[in-house]
């Protein structure tokens, strides 16, 4: 499973951007698919997630009401609408698509990341 972003860049503080991110390869394991970010100094946070089943969406709080998440199965794309940015939202955007795995009676869960894409918010 590859994931290559798109998108990103400076922007000043009240604009919008959007990530887009194109997942290849065995996709049929993918069963959630979404962005983290990590700024300097920081710890990697989610960002937004969705299911690649029923669309169920899980926002951090302080993007929630701004950004907004959404997905193409049939393209196997995801989206990241981000509006109203703010310069707290400067940071390395990681899209990541979990795959789910069975073997015998075991469920297991591996992540795969995107490379990451900078988005600079300018006060």
């Known amino acids: 499973v590859q994931l290559v972003e798109a998108g990103g860049g400076l922007v000043q503080a009240g604009g919008s951007l959007r990530l887009s991110c194109a997942v290849t390869?065995?996709?049929?394991?993918?069963?959630?698919m979404g962005w983290y970010r990590q700024a300097p100094g920081k710890e990697r946070e989610l960002v937004a997630t969705i299911t690649t089943v029923g669309g169920s969406t899980n926002y951090a709080d302080s993007v929630k009401g701004r950004f907004t998440i959404s997905r193409d199965n049939a393209k196997n794309t995801v989206d990241l609408q981000m509006n109203s940015l703010e310069p707290e939202d400067t940071a390395v955007y990681y899209c990541?698509?979990?795959?789910?795995?069975?073997?015998?009676?075991?469920?297991?869960?591996?992540?795969?990341w995107g490379r990451g894409t900078q988005v600079t918010v300018s006060s």
């Open positions: 990541n698509a979990v795959g789910t795995y069975y073997y015998t009676n075991d469920k297991y869960e591996y992540n795969y």
């Open positions: 390869g065995s996709t049929s394991s993918i069963t959630s």
